[in-house]
């Protein structure tokens, strides 16, 4: 049996953006690691440290998932998998919205409980190089700490993510703005707690809960919408992606196509684009002219990768809106 070719690779000017972004994920992951540690060490029985180490141990999910597909996605494709294996991005990020949800649901619970029972979490002392120390003074060291690096992550992540059309590169972004606001809610939270107001820490956790709830459902719906063949859209799910119009603004200019309408399947960093033609009365292209204008139009970005172009007698109903040429 013919081996399949492999993959379409990243063009070069892209590969050491890719590593940039696998690189700054193992720093996240260090990071994190450190982050969690201490936080936990320190948390005592406060809610919104607790709500904040629970973000925390989320926010290792978005940096493992594009790791793990990374790696999957470079695999080529096979006979039981024709299409390649692209679409193991869009599998983590729905794997690491659908944990943010569910996560985010059950703080939200558990604080809005501990609110409700009027719960005061005390907050003792502790022997620090001979001195008793207030336990809350070592929560909000550790957690403003935390803050600067992930604001620094988030932007450097944030740019990266545009670059590689990945959303769980974006959502690894959004997540590390969740985590740096995370820790200023619990700051505020213990502080309201130092001053006698008890509330404020079931406040802080409430609010860090739905954070981090929103962010699930947020990537959990941009997830499932690409799994199920939305149309395709820019990195950050803000509006449409122009490739689809760039195919047909060059496809309608060749001389025997009278109409041309197309649609992105999105696969997660790389688009299969399927562009239906009704070619002019005589002027029906041959294999050469259809072979040309599909290398053509791979070449008009990097993240089209399959091209597909169909000769047809009418353009299908749902694409019309957008054609380009005599649709009718």
């Not at 029985?45 to 973000?55: L, P, R």
């Not at 692209?86 to 619970?109: E, P, Y």
């Not at 970005?301 to 597909?308: G, L, Q, R």
């Given at each position: 049996?013919?081996?399949?070719?492999?993959?379409?690779?990243?063009?070069?000017s892209?590969?050491?953006?890719?590593?940039?972004?696998?690189?700054?994920?193992?720093?996240?992951?260090?990071?994190?690691?450190?982050?969690?540690t201490?936080?936990?060490?320190?948390?005592?029985?406060?809610?919104?440290?607790?709500?904040?180490?629970i973000?925390?141990?989320?926010?290792?999910?978005?940096?493992?998932?594009?790791?793990?597909?990374?790696?999957?996605?470079?695999?080529?494709?096979?006979?039981?998998?024709?299409?390649?294996?692209?679409?193991?991005?869009?599998?983590?990020?729905?794997?690491?919205?659908?944990?943010?949800?569910?996560?985010?649901?059950?703080?939200?619970?558990?604080?809005?409980?501990?609110?409700?029972?009027?719960?005061?979490?005390?907050?003792?002392?502790?022997?620090?190089?001979?001195?008793?120390?207030w336990?809350?003074?070592?929560?909000?060291?550790?957690?403003?700490?935390?803050?600067?690096?992930?604001?620094?992550?988030?932007?450097v992540?944030?740019?990266?993510?545009?670059?590689?059309?990945?959303?769980?590169?974006?959502?690894?972004?959004?997540?590390?703005?969740?985590?740096?606001?995370?820790?200023?809610?619990?700051?505020?939270?213990?502080?309201?707690?130092?001053?006698?107001?008890?509330?404020?820490?079931?406040?802080?956790?409430?609010l860090?809960?739905?954070?981090?709830?929103?962010?699930?459902?947020?990537?959990?719906?941009?997830?499932?919408?690409?799994?199920?063949?939305?149309?395709?859209?820019?990195?950050?799910?803000?509006?449409?992606?122009?490739?689809?119009a760039?195919?047909?603004?060059?496809?309608?200019?060749?001389?025997?196509?009278?109409?041309?309408?197309?649609?992105?399947?999105d696969?997660?960093?790389?688009?299969?684009?399927?562009?239906?033609?009704?070619?002019?009365?005589?002027?029906?292209?041959g294999?050469?002219?259809?072979?040309?204008?599909?290398?053509?139009?791979?070449?008009?970005?990097?993240?089209?990768?399959?091209?597909?172009?169909?000769?047809?007698?009418?353009?299908?109903?749902?694409?019309?809106?957008?054609?380009?040429?005599?649709?009718?």
């Amino acid at each position: 049996m013919t081996p399949l070719p492999p993959p379409l690779p990243l063009p070069p000017s892209h590969s050491p953006t890719l590593r940039r972004a696998i690189r700054f994920e193992w720093y996240t992951l260090a990071f994190l690691a450190v982050a969690i540690t201490a936080v936990y060490l320190v948390m005592g029985n406060s809610q919104a440290m607790k709500a904040a180490w629970i973000e925390d141990l989320l926010s290792l999910a978005p940096p493992i998932a594009f790791l793990l597909a990374v790696r999957i996605m470079a695999k080529g494709p096979t006979e039981k998998f024709p299409y390649g294996f692209f679409r193991s991005v869009g599998v983590a990020h729905l794997v690491a919205g659908v944990a943010l949800f569910a996560m985010g649901a059950f703080l939200l619970v558990d604080s809005g409980i501990g609110l409700i029972r009027g719960e005061r979490p005390p907050i003792g002392s502790v022997e620090l190089f001979g001195q008793s120390v207030w336990l809350g003074w070592l929560m909000m060291a550790v957690m403003a700490l935390t803050i600067p690096l992930p604001i620094y992550f988030g932007r450097v992540k944030m740019k990266l993510a545009k670059e590689l059309h990945n959303k769980v590169l974006y959502a690894d972004a959004d997540m590390n703005k969740a985590d740096w606001m995370t820790a200023a809610g619990s700051i505020v939270g213990v502080a309201g707690i130092g001053i006698g107001w008890w509330w404020t820490d079931a406040v802080a956790a409430s609010l860090i809960a739905l954070s981090i709830l929103w962010d699930g459902v947020k990537n959990t719906r941009a997830a499932i919408t690409d799994l199920m063949d939305t149309r395709a859209t820019t990195f950050d799910d803000g509006r449409p992606h122009p490739d689809a119009a760039l195919v047909d603004e060059y496809l309608g200019g060749l001389r025997w196509v009278d109409a041309v309408a197309s649609r992105v399947r999105d696969q997660g960093q790389f688009f299969h684009v399927e562009a239906f033609v009704v070619p002019r009365r005589g002027r029906t292209p041959g294999l050469e002219q259809l072979h040309a204008a599909a290398e053509e139009c791979k070449g008009l970005d990097w993240k089209i990768h399959d091209m597909v172009i169909t000769v047809v007698p009418e353009l299908p109903p749902q694409l019309r809106a957008s054609a380009v040429g005599s649709p009718a």
